[in-house]
């Protein structure tokens, strides 16, 4: 499972992106575009990379935010099978089809396509406290409702 995440910071170079909650940025920048621009499928997609990346990184309610988002938008997604991106991520079937996403959107497509959007991301997780509201802010909740929601007792 941490194997996924160091492919990708191997592939970026050091002066673009080798921070993780950059990379959990980038992704959830582009779900939150792909939302406005009605393309929910496209979302779903960059919603569970940002989800592994969130399981990897720790932040399990974000991962389960994330998972949570795609449910409510296709209630009969593959993520359905598992009741956590964490637990989603020891399946060879999910793993697959998180390779194939990665495929899809590997890290130099997406940041070129934040940079489409014009969103710079210079600096910008410097403003947040913590990694997880950070993630909470470009979900569009806050900090206390991931926890409410998806708080170790409630684990999705």
Same mark, same amino acid.
């Given at each position: 499972m941490?194997h996924l995440?160091?492919r990708?910071a $191997?592939?970026v170079?050091?002066?673009s992106?080798?921070?993780? !909650?950059?990379?959990?940025?980038?992704?959830?920048h582009?779900? @939150?575009?792909?939302?406005k621009?009605k393309r929910?499928h496209?979302?779903?997609?960059? $919603?569970?990379l !940002?989800?592994?990346?969130?399981v990897?990184m720790?932040?399990? +309610?974000?991962?389960a935010?994330?998972r949570h988002?795609? *449910? &409510? @938008?296709?209630?009969n @997604?593959?993520?359905?099978?598992w009741? !956590? $991106?964490g637990a989603? $991520?020891?399946?060879s079937d999910?793993? @697959?089809?998180?390779?194939?996403l990665w495929?899809?959107?590997?890290? &130099?497509?997406? +940041?070129?396509m *934040?940079?489409?959007?014009?969103?710079?991301?210079?600096? +910008?997780r410097?403003?947040?406290? !913590? #990694? #997880? &509201?950070?993630?909470a802010a470009?979900?569009?909740?806050?900090p206390?409702l *991931?926890s409410s929601?998806f708080?170790? +007792?409630?684990?999705d």
């Amino acid at each position: 499972m941490r194997h996924l995440l160091a492919r990708i910071a $191997l592939r970026v170079d050091d002066v673009s992106m080798p921070d993780p !909650s950059q990379v959990l940025g980038l992704y959830l920048h582009l779900a @939150h575009a792909s939302l406005k621009r009605k393309r929910p499928h496209a979302r779903d997609r960059l $919603l569970i990379l !940002s989800g592994v990346i969130a399981v990897q990184m720790n932040l399990a +309610e974000v991962a389960a935010c994330c998972r949570h988002m795609v *449910l &409510e @938008h296709n209630p009969n @997604h593959l993520i359905k099978r598992w009741d !956590s $991106l964490g637990a989603a $991520l020891q399946d060879s079937d999910f793993l @697959h089809f998180v390779k194939q996403l990665w495929r899809r959107y590997p890290l &130099e497509k997406a +940041e070129s396509m *934040l940079s489409a959007l014009g969103i710079d991301m210079a600096c +910008e997780r410097d403003t947040y406290y !913590s #990694d #997880d &509201e950070y993630a909470a802010a470009l979900l569009g909740v806050t900090p206390q409702l *991931l926890s409410s929601m998806f708080g170790k +007792e409630n684990d999705d």
